[in-house]
């Protein structure tokens, strides 16, 4: 007996049917999806206050093509060795957060579309204040948007509406007092990690203050020329001042740069003009 070749076309309208029937009766007649909004804007993307400079303002841009409300907020961040990033609800007593010495206005924005709408920050620190750095993060979030007369659901017609939040956040930083920030890059190794290559190294910081970074690995042959070849660089790396360390892998296209000679591991300050070394070191290749 020869195999029917419609065999698998009429078992796909079948079932096709079967699933059309069934969503009539048990399926919401209409589910919308409000995922084409676009992130707020916001420049700059760091606000630091040191020195005596007590005001800055950011500028929250909507770049959609409807108006949006915008809910702004000062929040606690924290980050573990690895960079990874959580809101905290209980700081422990030795987080030094920025919300109590920070006061801005507005607190809503409504922002009609291509649009912006200016933040301002000013800073008040008691005489008292200890030397350190405060950190907190401005964050901006979309309230979602009221419902019109039409939007009214009925009985005969449910309609399920999901709505994605982009929530966006920036550094705001208040650098009290003098210190001098210090990275020291610790031996690296080389490590796989789904069929990519990495040098793996620790970054250890020293100082008051947080680092904003760019960490560049290069190999220098061993072949008696000075030439440093560039191999991999990550950019915009941070250790908060609470932290001490931080595990960074630089990713490492061709293995074979890292058969002769010295690796170097430079860490740049972003935050500086001439982006002036934070740290260096040289390690033997083994």
């Known amino acids: 007996m020869k195999p029917n070749p419609y065999l698998n076309v009429d078992l796909k309208i079948t079932l096709v049917i079967s699933w059309i029937i069934l969503s009539f009766f048990y399926m919401p007649a209409s589910v919308s999806a ?7 804007l916001i420049a700059p993307t760091r606000v630091i206050f040191e020195g005596r400079t007590r005001a800055a303002a950011v500028k929250l841009i909507n770049p959609n093509d409807i108006e949006n409300t915008y809910k702004i907020s000062l929040v606690s961040i924290r980050m573990d060795e690895h960079g990874t990033r959580s809101e905290v609800q209980s700081p422990d ?38 030397e350190g750095e405060y950190r907190s993060q401005l964050k901006v979030s979309p309230l979602p948007k009221q419902k019109g007369p039409d939007d009214q659901q009925n009985t005969e017609n449910i309609s399920i509406s999901i709505d994605i939040v982009f ?30 290559y990495f040098l793996e190294t ?38 908060y001042s609470q932290n001490q360390t931080q595990q960074v892998l630089l990713p490492i296209k061709d293995k074979a740069a ?26 033997d290749l083994d």
């Open 167 to 196: 929530n966006v956040s920036i550094p705001v930083i208040i650098r009290h007092g003098k210190s001098d920030v210090r990275v020291t890059p610790r031996t690296p190794r080389l490590v796989v990690k789904e069929g990519q």
């Open 93 to 130: 007593p030795e987080e030094l957060f920025a919300q109590s010495l920070i006061r801005f206005s507005p607190r809503r924005a409504t922002i009609p579309a291509q649009g912006w709408q200016t933040v301002r920050l000013m800073v008040k620190k008691p005489r008292d204040l200890p």
């Open 202 to 239: 620790l970054l250890e910081r020293e100082g008051k203050f947080s680092v904003f970074a760019d960490v560049r690995a290069f190999v220098i042959p061993n072949t008696g020329e000075k030439q440093k070849n560039l191999i991999s660089e990550i950019k915009g790396i941070s250790i």
């Open 34 to 40: 409000s995922a084409n909004d676009k992130a707020v």
């Open 258 to 283: 890292l058969t002769n000679g010295l690796i170097e591991i430079d860490i740049v300050n972003r935050e500086k003009e001439n982006a002036p070394l934070l740290g260096s070191k040289q390690f």
